[in-house]
């Protein structure tokens, strides 16, 4: 029994630590510091949110591999260089794995070991456009894994990738636009190293659309619009759509160039306004307090003061100015752009006789336009 006795105390013993290092293999997998984390952020001023961490196991299972590589490449001077990536997982992977979209108006940023990285265009109207090595050979936008850096006037690509090795320190990487490849005017800072998170910067909206049942209900949003998924509805008149309006005797103008009708906005984000129902604006300075928005009122409004019709729409690029010193073409020569919508419409017929439409019609600085249909009970 004596003996017994230590023999079972070691096996004991053995176990205990076998269970320890199984225990503490499994906390170390799972108190892995995240090898990339990936945020969403509205507007330059927003506060980034967490949508996934990776470590370095999980991207590895969304990786990618190519032997011979892919070659990002880079100009200074007269000198050709590349990164050439034998490992990777590429941008639209890593975003679907975490659930994220990367759209018009949008913009991705980094963070790396040294801090936020600072150079690069990296928005998606430039990101979209980039995409080819110095061959014109289509190459993945990625966070390159196991890569190589090297000269392309002493090396081949492939033999460049022999030489890939993981450090441990990821690279964004991207290929060339057309123009980049053909001028070779193109830098390495689209290609930052050591990156720990990348945050994608949604373009904050520039109007919202809402719905709302009778007077005392709950405003419900049906879509938001960023400036660019505005301007992908929008519609030109290069001399411009000129909406009238009076004061005292001077006849003034708010001209546009370019705008978005009611009709298309409405369509697109799938709302009906019919009759019975009433628009409503939030303004920068808060909710729009003049004016008749009924469907009534706003279905007969359409003409200018020539009597020609004029839509009902968001203007994006207007002007305004005198009839009495300048011609509605002058003025449209002024339209710009300034990132403030206004909601415009045409005078009644009545209205265009009497020489009575004021400008209360068009609220200036327009954030969000609700459609408020009756509410069943008549509230």
Not at 130 to 135: L, N, T, V
Not at 216 to 227: M, N, Q
Not at 298 to 311: F, I, K, L, N, T
């Amino acid at each position: 029994m004596r003996r017994i006795l230590p023999l079972l105390l070691a096996l004991l013993l053995a176990v205990s630590l076998f269970m320890a290092l199984n225990v503490s293999a499994a906390a170390a997998e799972t108190d892995a510091p995240a090898a990339l984390e990936i945020y969403t952020m509205t507007g330059s001023t927003g506060t980034p949110v967490l949508a996934k961490a990776y470590s370095a196991a999980a991207l590895d299972a969304l990786k990618e591999t190519k032997a011979d590589g892919y070659a990002y490449a880079s100009y200074k001077g007269g000198a050709e260089t590349a990164i050439v990536a034998t490992e990777y997982v590429t941008l639209d992977a890593l975003l679907a794995d975490a659930g994220v979209s990367f759209t018009a108006g949008d913009k991705l940023s980094f963070v790396c070991y040294d801090g936020p990285y600072q150079y690069g265009d990296f928005s998606y109207e430039i990101m979209s456009r980039r995409g080819i090595d110095p061959s014109g050979e289509p190459v993945p936008t990625a966070f390159a894994i196991t890569y190589a850096k090297g000269s392309l006037a002493e090396s081949s690509v492939a033999d460049i990738a022999k030489t890939a090795a993981n450090s441990g320190a990821l690279r964004f990487v991207s290929g060339m636009t057309i123009e980049e490849s053909e001028e070779k005017a193109i830098a390495g800072e689209r290609m930052p190293s050591g990156v720990i998170s990348m945050t994608v910067v949604k373009a904050p909206a520039a109007l919202e659309v809402y719905t709302q049942s009778g007077d005392e209900g709950t405003p419900v949003l049906t879509k938001a619009y960023s400036a660019a998924a505005l301007e992908a509805l929008k519609e030109t008149k290069t001399d411009g759509c000129a909406y009238i309006f009076y004061k005292g005797d001077e006849k003034n103008a708010i001209v546009a160039t370019e705008y978005v009708t009611l009709d298309t906005l409405l369509a697109d984000a799938g709302v009906s306004f019919a009759e019975g129902d009433r628009l409503s604006f939030n303004c920068f300075d808060g909710l729009y307090p003049y004016g008749d928005f009924r469907y009534e009122a706003v279905a007969q409004r359409g003409v200018d003061s020539s009597g020609a019709p004029v839509p009902t729409a968001f203007a994006v690029t207007y002007a305004k100015g005198s009839l009495t010193e300048m011609s509605i073409a002058d003025i449209a020569k002024a339209a710009e752009n300034n990132g403030v919508l206004r909601f415009v419409c045409g005078m009644t017929a009545e209205e265009k006789d009497a020489k009575t439409a004021s400008g209360e019609r068009m609220p200036f600085g327009v954030a969000s336009v609700t459609v408020v249909s009756p509410s069943p009970d008549g509230k």
